[in-house]
């Protein structure tokens, strides 16, 4: 459904070390990195997309994090989801709802939320028991 998802970023040497803890744990390796342009693309190996892609904005003007919108990332683990949200508080994110089960959404959908550096809202997830 998704070709790719581009998330504006407002100091790209920040940001893209940011990811570049994060999207490993996730099973995402690193496609591309333009420090001219600037900015980077993840892909799942072997998989040519969706990617994930961050960068400055294409017309060069402020980068706004949009009140509603969050992009939300597959964790091949509720371990992997742990470990994500740690890691994003420790490389400079804020929380914005601890690791856990979220049965309003289903049974067993098991998340945590967090925003980038650049204020971006994440969600890493995982949807299978256990």
């Not at 371990?79 to 929380?95: F, R």
């Amino acid at each position: 459904m998704l070709s790719h998802v581009h998330l504006g970023v407002s100091d790209f040497p920040r940001d893209l070390a940011f990811y570049e803890r994060l999207l490993p744990i996730l099973g995402l390796e690193l496609k591309f990195n333009d420090p001219q342009k600037p900015w980077a693309g993840w892909m799942r190996p072997g998989v040519a997309r969706p990617l994930f892609l961050i960068g400055v904005p294409f017309d060069r003007q402020p980068t706004t994090p949009g009140n509603g919108q969050m992009v939300a990332l597959l964790a091949p683990s509720r371990q992997a989801v742990d470990q994500c949200h740690a890691e994003a508080l420790a490389a400079g994110g804020t929380d914005e709802g601890a690791p856990g089960l979220r049965p309003e959404y289903h049974p067993n959908f098991y998340g945590a939320y967090f925003r980038d550096p650049a204020g971006n809202k994440l969600c890493v997830c995982h949807h299978d028991p256990q």
